[in-house]
């Protein structure tokens, strides 16, 4: 079975400090995509980070970085200098290269102390 | 570039009334198209997946259904609607045969009453 666990429903971090969500997933797959997206009060689900499983080096976008440790199955987020603007629900999605389901997780809930 | 669009934002419907949710996407051709659901505070639930016209794979039953009368669009109905399916309802996207990413429409919001 191919699931996807968030093991923290919520997450604090002051302002400008550096917060960590954490994912693991489980898969027999050797090929697949990992995603963060970001869900603000909108609920317009929006596209953070996304990691090839091929691909070793981890991926950043700006202040998001992951983890990637694919023999642990973990895909951890790191959002650095955190702002206000962050403040969301957070969810680790899971896709095999082989189908067209994606896998996502239960979400963690950010809040950003000013 | 790609858009994707949903219609409508928000809803409040009777119990035993029937359903029906637009999905459209612009800007590409032959996408995979998805329904999920989302009740308060919870993640997400795929409803259907879509990978052409007339093929349709449903995930989870129930009285909703599905349907893809042309390419970029993807509707969601019901012909009565329960309590339970109060929730938040998005469509999504991706490219077909390699989805490395899945994009999202920004939801309907249906409360059954």
């Known amino acids: 079975a191919q699931t996807v666990t968030q093991s923290q429903p919520e997450m604090s971090v002051q302002e400008a400090e550096t917060v960590t969500l954490s994912c693991t997933y489980d898969?027999?797959?050797?090929?697949?995509?990992l995603f963060w997206y970001k869900q603000p009060p909108s609920r317009q689900m929006i596209l953070v980070i996304r990691?090839?499983?091929?691909?070793?080096q981890n991926a950043t976008e700006n202040r998001f970085s992951v983890n990637f440790q694919k023999a642990a199955k973990s895909f951890s987020l790191k959002i650095s200098d955190s702002q206000l603007g962050d403040a969301a629900m957070y969810f680790c999605a899971y896709a095999p290269n082989t189908g067209n389901q994606f896998y996502f997780g239960t979400g963690t809930s950010l809040t950003v102390i000013p | 570039s790609q858009t994707i669009h949903q219609w409508p934002a928000t809803l409040v419907q009777p119990v035993g009334s029937p359903l029906s949710l637009e999905c459209t996407v612009e800007?590409?051709?032959?996408?995979?198209l998805y329904w999920y659901r989302q009740a308060a505070g919870r993640g997400l639930q795929l409803l259907f997946y879509s990978i052409g016209i007339d093929q349709i794979s449903s995930e989870v039953p129930q009285n909703l259904s599905a349907s893809r009368p042309q390419d970029r669009q993807f509707i969601l109905s019901s012909k009565k609607l329960l309590l339970s399916d109060s929730g938040f309802y998005l469509c999504a996207w991706s490219v077909v045969r390699v989805p490395d990413t899945q994009y999202f429409g920004p939801g309907t919001r249906l409360t059954v009453l």
């Open positions: 990691q090839e499983a091929y691909k070793q």
């Open positions: 800007g590409t051709s032959n996408p995979n």
């Open positions: 898969t027999s797959e050797s090929d697949y995509y």
